[in-house]
């Protein structure tokens, strides 16, 4: 089973940083899956914020995130992170890590493609 945990949330001021980690674990191998970045604000859907494949390769973000946030993976240590750079009070939302086991490019931006999530960590941006 494929397990995924998040870490790296936190109570930030408006323009700072944070990194976010996701550990997967579960598989001997994920060079078949896609991993990405999902957020849910409170009164809000949950919505695509960046993804990566698992070479590295193929990445995809969300325009509102597109040059403040930075999506990357380690193979080795199956992680992954988001490097969230000049954060705003409109970023505050749980973040969750989710995995899809059959990548596809087109598909990347699609929850609805992933089959395996974390339990999510908290970003709370103050103005």
């Known amino acids: 089973q494929v397990q995924l945990v998040e870490s790296g949330g936190g109570l930030v001021q408006a323009g700072d940083s944070l990194r976010l980690s996701c550990a997967a674990s579960g598989r001997s191998s994920f060079t078949s899956y896609a991993m990405g970045w999902f957020r849910q604000a409170p009164g809000k859907e949950r919505e695509f914020v960046a993804a990566?494949?698992?070479?590295?390769?193929?990445?995809r973000y969300a325009g509102s995130v597109e040059g403040r946030f930075t999506i990357s993976i380690d193979n080795a240590k199956k992680m992954v992170y988001l490097q969230m750079d000049s954060l705003k009070p409109e970023d505050t939302a749980v973040y969750y890590c989710?995995?899809?086991?059959?990548?596809?490019?087109?598909?990347?931006?699609?929850?609805?493609?992933?089959?395996?999530w974390g339990q999510g960590t908290q970003v709370t941006v103050s103005s």
């Open positions: 990566i494949s698992w070479s590295g390769i193929t990445i």
């Open positions: 989710a995995a899809d086991d059959t990548f596809a490019p087109s598909y990347m931006t699609d929850q609805n493609e992933y089959e395996y």
